[in-house]
């Protein structure tokens, strides 16, 4: 590479914590397409306008939501990692009153934080 040529961001490999990819899968091909184009980003260091910082645990973890059909999707992820990106949880937003996002799944994704931190930590040591 010569002194002319940018050098492009290393894409960080994307990591799904338990049923998160499946879930994804299930979303319509639209919201999953708009979506995979937002983790793509946070792969390569960037953050897609509709990414927002997720409350509540802090720093490096985002939420991406969308829209399809009256329906409302999100996927959580973290880039809180140096080397990785991990999905924490995808799901449909099922609450028709209101826009807080239920306790179960608040739940689920601070667990799957403290997992994907866990499987990060061991990717390193091997």
């Keep these: 590479m010569n002194r002319y040529t940018p050098s492009l961001p290393r894409e960080k490999p994307l990591y799904w914590v338990a049923s998160a990819k499946k879930d994804y899968q299930a979303f319509p091909d639209d919201v999953q397409a708009d979506m995979g184009y937002a983790l793509g980003l946070a792969q390569l260091?960037?953050?897609?306008?509709?990414?927002?910082?997720?409350?509540?645990?802090?720093?490096?973890?985002?939420?991406?939501?969308?829209?399809?059909?009256?329906?409302?999707?999100?996927?959580?992820?973290?880039?809180?990692?140096?080397?990785?990106?991990?999905v924490l949880h995808a799901f449909?937003?099922?609450?028709?009153?209101?826009i807080k996002?239920?306790?179960?799944?608040?739940?689920?994704?601070?667990?799957r934080l403290k997992r994907a931190a866990l499987d990060y930590e061991n990717r390193g040591k091997s």
């Design 45 to 86: 260091g960037a953050k897609h306008p509709h990414a927002k910082p997720w409350k509540g645990e802090g720093p490096g973890v985002f939420e991406v939501v969308e829209e399809h059909i009256g329906d409302t999707y999100r996927a959580v992820y973290t880039v809180r990692f140096e080397g990785a990106v991990y």
């Design 101 to 111: 996002t239920p306790k179960e799944d608040i739940n689920l994704i601070k667990e």
């Design 92 to 98: 449909q937003k099922k609450s028709k009153t209101g």
